[in-house]
């Protein structure tokens, strides 16, 4: 076949794909194929402006390494990296809903018991806050002997992964057999995505905002129980209502309360006063579902 048109040049090319043995594969590239010229199409893109946007993606992609995503960073201001996570972790009623993993989890994080000290070689202070739980099932039992893979920003907004230094206010807690777990660490603040790089430049363009309304991280797993990648943000932050990465439920929002009590403070560790987060995560049997993939930047550059 030759002399195709732009009625008939979609056709074409998915025609070429009909000896492709993968049927998913083969479906995704149709599908791709097709969205792709119907965007075309669509906004009669232009020779100058098709360029444009394949310099954009190089860029993208120059700006990444083995410590930056900026791929994912794309993918998440765009809603994508949320759409995925809607798509396929549809919450199971009464679990702890799922959130987009984002660009700065990190494999090798230090394990620790209950009651750990996730401030332990911090470069920076913070609010103390003293985080307490329960990993629960879905009819409210404990789960034993789950595991927390928490980590969260500096004080600064800036996360260990960002800069050259060693891991901080990171690290995987173990829950006890009785579901509890505990952690000491500092209250999160809200901070800005990085903007810095070409999705800094879109994010500019576009006109929107570039802030993350305060969070920690959460990975909870458990043998026998389908693990959540969630996040847990702080009541009353003021970006709750417009996070760059789409990410906020009501559900994750969890209360920084006011201790002040110095024998409470002493018999956890904690300066007085101190805040205190209580928050339980609640986890839906395994069931056979296929565990999320878990990705640090370094695992998208070997
Ligand atoms: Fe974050």
Not at 10 to 21: F, M, P, Q, S, Y
Not at 239 to 250: E, N, R, S, T
Not at 255 to 265: G, I, L, N
Not at 271 to 276: D, E, G, K, M, V
Request: net charge negative; with cysteine; hydrophobic share 40%.
């Amino acid at each position: 076949m030759r002399q195709f048109t732009e009625d008939t040049l979609t056709e074409a090319v998915i025609g070429r794909l009909k000896d492709v043995d993968n049927p998913r594969f083969k479906q995704i590239m149709a599908s791709a194929v097709k969205h792709l010229h119907a965007f075309a199409r669509d906004i009669q893109l232009t020779e100058e402006e098709w360029f444009e946007g394949i310099k954009f993606l190089t860029a993208v992609g120059q700006k990444c390494d083995d410590k930056r995503q900026e791929f994912i960073l794309l993918s998440d201001i765009l809603g994508l990296s949320m759409m995925i996570v809607a798509l396929n972790h549809k919450t199971v009623p009464g679990a702890t809903e799922a959130t987009v993993l984002g660009p700065f989890f990190a494999h090798g994080a230090k394990e620790y018991e209950h009651g750990a000290d996730l401030r332990e070689g911090a470069s920076m202070k913070g609010e103390d806050v003293y985080v307490s739980g329960k990993v629960l099932s879905l009819d409210g039992k404990p789960v034993p002997n789950a595991l927390l893979d928490i980590w969260q920003a500096k004080a600064d907004g800036i996360y260990d992964v960002q800069t050259d230094g060693e891991f901080e206010l990171r690290g995987r807690v173990k829950a006890n057999a009785k579901g509890e777990y505990a952690f000491r660490s500092y209250k999160p603040k809200f901070y800005s995505v990085p903007i810095d790089g070409p999705v800094g430049d879109l994010i500019r363009a576009t006109g929107n905002h570039h802030m993350r309304p305060a969070h920690m991280h959460a990975i909870v797993s458990a043998p026998g129980y389908q693990p959540v990648i969630t996040h847990v943000f702080v009541e009353g932050d003021p970006y709750l209502d417009g996070d760059a990465v789409f990410a906020v439920k009501d559900s994750l929002i969890g209360r920084y309360r006011k201790v002040d009590d110095a024998a409470e403070a002493k018999r956890l560790g904690m300066p007085n006063p101190f805040l205190r987060l209580d928050w339980d995560f609640r986890l839906a049997p395994d069931a056979g579902v296929k565990a999320r993939k878990v990705i640090a930047p370094s695992d998208a550059i070997a």
